[in-house]
């Protein structure tokens, strides 16, 4: 298991280089100076411009900047907001918090959904059924998400007047305790489900696909022969197996669904990274949209390696062949 | 030959057919055996013959949405079995009929430990009894270590495996074992072992085998009686020293002439010429006539009857180099064995 | 059967929809009807007979903004796939053919790629540098080409071993014009599908960027429109609806046209 470790962090450590390399060319992208990248377009305190200057050595060689650069981020350094009078990386952990409380329920309602409904659907295969299942799973993949966020908005806030709109609370009373939290569920239902649909329509592709071979494989007539109920065929030994792949797919996928989250957030004013990112992309507070990228693009890198140790704990095979060629 | 109590497992005239989208294709046509309590029966023929069709047809395991049986009464124990719905199949699987499979690998769930899938038979089978325990006895029983219930099918060796595929099958308890090409996936010395051990069991436990195999060899020294199965329909039967002394259809004596690597006068192997039957024919004749070196008219236009060949009534033959008796359907039934 | 014959219609159906999207796009320019851009004092109209599908805030024609919007999204949706297509398949063919130290540092780098999330990537390259077409067509073709590199490198890797590719190579031809005359050739079929689906990515993520505004105010462009939808949610839900229908079909016309590709180009796919 160690050495398993070892040659995922191994995988990891280039990809994060990578990811800071490209941190630091994106400062230079920007027209003219690039100690607006740094800085920011809202107006900072005179002489900040030039202690930055100095800190990130910008009249310095490029590798040397790059040294720098690195040394900073090493010290948790990623700037200063103006806009939100914060620094960079405590603004941004704050505000993933929110991110994680829409996302992470998403994930999980959409990992069930999308598995009932393939486990529904694979048996039937080619029937009627199980292809409006993939073509479902097509609609999700094509909406705008963002899209999706707006007509639920019409729908169930404007027309019918079922749920809130925007934010995360109610701004004309202030609540405690348990109806506080109350309160921020009823401002979730929305944006989640939101991005439940999004989510679902990658579980239940994978899902029905792998359910599906499952199901094909000749286990399944052991243990049928063994007169097992079909049921228990099913949950012991088909789901299981399907499962495998799914959540390895769902880690894997841990970008795609941070994006959409990110996206309806923007639509329903949740503040999270999203709401963060948009209004930091009006204030041209470039500080925080590196940061932002910086930190979910880690993210990512985490999710992928702890899918991976997961799928090793899930997968006898994996943590033995990994064994051998790790 | 006959005997008092109903056989174990008895196919009277089964035709069976897949759906497919090239159009029905029939597996099974007519067949027929028997095999009584105790008793080590072979079934043997190449691949594509229907043999392992027979074989999950027993236990219902063919694909319940491409497969249909057509004709014909599958009795287990005296029941008729292939009247029973999917919910009912459930039920009757395992016990007194189980079976093991061909690839060891593929037909144990890999994330599962090998000691649960024992015990999920014995809890469908014999819940009162210890698990734990019952699971230690059942692998020493194949002759593994008891240590092996913590391990994981891919841990294992071919060999290990296939005893353990063994050990799910025999928690069932069952009177008739059903080995579909048992040590096909296995090397020479493994197949020995994994042999001397069905024998074994056989003779502790007073269990039934049909032994499924495309293999002579292993049929003439495990089993007592024998069926030649081609083309879904079978073509010769009976003790297996009676089959092997004096082979009566062509393509058994064909079969034997391959497995022995016989050479003809140029001094090549001697094969079965020409291709496996296209089962989507609805063709009248035997289905070996266009193979057969002996064919005759009659063989293309029908097929033909039961004939007995040899004394005591131990071994027939369908074949028309043997024209029928005149008792033909009376012989039959009493050399299926009842 | 019935996914077999659902993705064969759809696919048709699909080739339509594109088709006559293409010829609309072609055709904006001659097309009578209000300039998307022109403001009038017909503020907020919803849907009627004079503005079918209504009027924006500064009065603006919706139904003129969705056929304008068009040229946008096609245009970033095929240089895109196009151009990531072309890397794709010229990295990814050197790479599974030659294979080596290339081919790992190739396949390194297009996984590195896949892992960033892309959308967040190029909104934070677009915010910087600042919008353009050119722009947002370069940053989605740079995250999207690894998609086709590792499909073609597979490929290509499948042909090469063929004994046909052998038959050439005993004739004497030079490896590079085996690999370019032979092997591409034989691999292209897959890249077609996938090259299809990275248009419909390609117009998702405009739009997108151009919703999160990231896109030129004098620009007409779906997202755009949908940007300006959001501020009035309350009072006009057409500024909404309809851009929004224009993208999700168009998207969804390539995903099944994609499909279909893949399904048509490749017989042994599941019925």
């Known amino acids: ?326 | 030959m006959s005997r008092e109590a109903p056989p174990i497992l008895r196919l009277q005239d089964v035709s069976l057919t897949f759906r497919t989208r090239a159009g029905a294709v029939r597996a099974l046509n007519g067949a027929s055996l028997a095999v009584h309590e105790g008793e080590a029966i072979g079934l043997v023929g190449e691949s594509g013959s229907g043999k392992s069709t027979l074989a999950r047809a027993v236990l219902g395991l063919n694909p319940e949405r491409s497969s249909r049986i057509e004709a014909g009464r599958i009795l287990i124990a005296g029941r008729d079995v292939t009247r029973l719905s999917q919910a009912e199949w459930e039920g009757a699987r395992g016990h007194p009929v189980a079976m093991v499979f061909q690839d060891p690998l593929s037909f144990l769930n890999p994330i599962m430990r090998i000691g649960r899938q024992i015990a999920e038979s014995i809890e469908r089978h014999a819940p009162d009894r210890r698990v734990e325990e019952r699971v230690g006895e059942l692998l020493a029983l194949v002759k593994l270590p008891p240590s092996l219930a913590r391990a994981y099918p891919h841990e294992l060796s071919g060999g290990m495996r296939q005893r353990a595929l063994l050990a799910v099958a025999l928690a069932c308890e069952p009177r008739l074992l059903i080995a579909d090409e048992p040590t096909t996936a296995l090397d020479v010395t493994t197949q020995a072992e994994i042999l001397a051990l069905l024998r074994d069991l056989r003779e502790q436990l007073g269990m039934a085998m049909l032994l499924i195999t495309h293999d002579l060899g292993i049929v003439s020294s495990a089993c007592e009686r024998l069926y030649v199965i081609y083309a879904g329909r079978v073509l010769e039967w009976g003790r297996s020293q009676d089959v092997f002394g004096a082979p009566a259809h062509p393509y058994t004596v064909g079969l034997f002439q391959a497995a022995r690597a016989d050479r003809d006068a140029q001094g090549r192997f001697a094969t079965i010429g020409g291709e496996p039957p296209d089962l989507g024919e609805t063709a009248k004749g035997c289905p070996f006539a266009p193979r057969c070196p002996s064919a005759m008219a009659e063989c293309i236009q029908s097929m033909p009857g039961v004939t007995v060949v040899g004394e005591a009534g131990s071994h027939a033959v369908r074949c028309w180099l043997y024209p029928p008796a005149q008792d033909a359907a009376a012989t039959a039934g009493h050399v299926f064995g009842s | 059967m019935w996914r077999r014959f659902l993705t064969y219609r759809a696919g048709v159906l699909a080739a339509a929809y594109v088709l006559l999207l293409v010829l609309i796009g072609l055709a904006t320019p001659f097309l009578p009807g209000p300039d998307p851009r022109q403001i009038s004092n017909e503020v907020m109209q919803a849907p009627s007979l004079v503005h079918l599908l209504g009027t924006d805030e500064l009065g603006r024609d919706v139904l003129s903004g969705i056929i304008h919007g068009i040229e946008v999204s096609l245009t970033v949706g095929f240089a895109a796939a196009c151009a990531a297509t072309v890397i794709g398949v010229v990295i990814g063919a050197a790479a599974g053919y030659y294979g080596g130290a290339l081919d790992l540092l190739v396949m390194r780098i297009a996984e590195m790629f896949q892992v960033v999330p892309s959308f967040i990537l190029a909104a934070v390259i677009v915010a910087l540098s600042g919008p353009g077409l050119t722009r947002v067509v370069a940053v989605i073709a740079l995250l999207a080409w690894p998609q086709v590199a590792r499909l073609m490198r597979g490929e290509v890797m499948r042909i090469k071993g063929l004994e046909f590719v052998d038959a050439v190579r005993c004739l004497g031809v030079r490896e590079p014009v085996i690999l370019a005359t032979e092997v591409v050739p034989n691999a292209l079929a897959p890249v077609l599908a996938a090259g299809t689906l990275i248009v419909a990515q390609a117009i998702l993520l405009e739009a997108a960027l151009s919703f999160l505004g990231l896109s030129s105010a004098d620009l007409v462009s779906w997202g755009r429109m949908l940007n300006s939808g959001q501020r009035f949610l309350y009072n006009a839900w057409w500024l909404s609806v309809f851009p929004g229908s224009a993208i999700f079909l168009t998207v969804l016309a390539f995903n099944l046209l994609g499909d279909a590709i893949g399904v048509a180009l490749n017989p042994r796919t599941e019925a």
Not at chain 1, 10 to 18: E, F, M
Not at chain 1, 43 to 59: C, I, K, S, T
Not at chain 1, 148 to 154: E, F, K
Not at chain 1, 309 to 315: S, T
Request: charged share 10%; proline share 6%; hydrophobic share 55%.
């Open chain 1, 1 to 326: 298991m160690r050495r398993f470790l070892l040659a995922r962090l191994g995988w990891a450590v280039p990809v994060i280089l990578a990811i800071l390399i490209v941190n630091f060319l994106i400062i230079h992208i920007v027209p003219g100076d690039p100690i607006q990248a740094l800085v920011g377009d809202f107006p900072a305190p005179p002489g900040y411009a030039d202690q930055v200057r100095h800190e990130f050595g910008l009249d310095q060689p490029v590798l040397t900047q790059l040294g720098l650069y690195l040394l900073n981020l090493a010290k948790g350094q990623l700037g200063f907001s103006f806009a939100n009078r914060q620094p960079v990386l405590g603004l941004i952990l704050e505000r993933a918090q929110f991110t994680l409380l829409l996302m992470l329920p998403a994930l999980v309602a959409a990992a069930l959904l999308g598995i009932v409904m393939a486990l529904a659907a694979a048996p039937r295969a080619g029937s009627l059924y199980d292809s409006g299942l993939t073509a479902l799973s097509l609609v999700g993949f094509s909406l705008p998400i963002f899209w999706l966020g707006q007509l639920l908005v019409i729908v169930f806030a404007i027309k019918l007047h079922l749920l809130p709109a925007q934010g995360m609370f109610s701004l004309r009373t202030r609540l405690t305790g348990w109806s506080y939290g109350l309160d921020v569920l009823w401002h979730l239902v929305l944006p989640m489900f939101a991005v439940t649909i999004y989510y679902v329509a990658i579980v239940a592709r994978v899902a029905r696909a792998s359910v599906l071979d499952a199901l094909s494989q000749d286990f399944v007539l052991t243990a049928k022969a063994k007169g097992l109920s079909s049921r228990h065929v099913l949950w012991r030994h088909v789901l299981p197996n399907a499962l495998i792949p799914v959540v390895t797919v769902i880690g894997y996928n841990f970008g795609y669904s941070l994006t959409g989250a990110i996206l309806v957030e923007t639509v329903f004013a949740w503040p999270g990274l999203g709401n963060l990112f948009i209004t930091s992309i009006g204030n041209r507070d470039y500080p925080v949209l590196q940061g932002i990228f910086l930190l979910t693009a880690l993210a990512v890198v985490i999710a992928n390696v702890a899918t991976d140790l997961l799928y090793a704990a899930l997968d006898p095979r994996v943590r033995a062949t990994r064994f051998r060629h790790a």
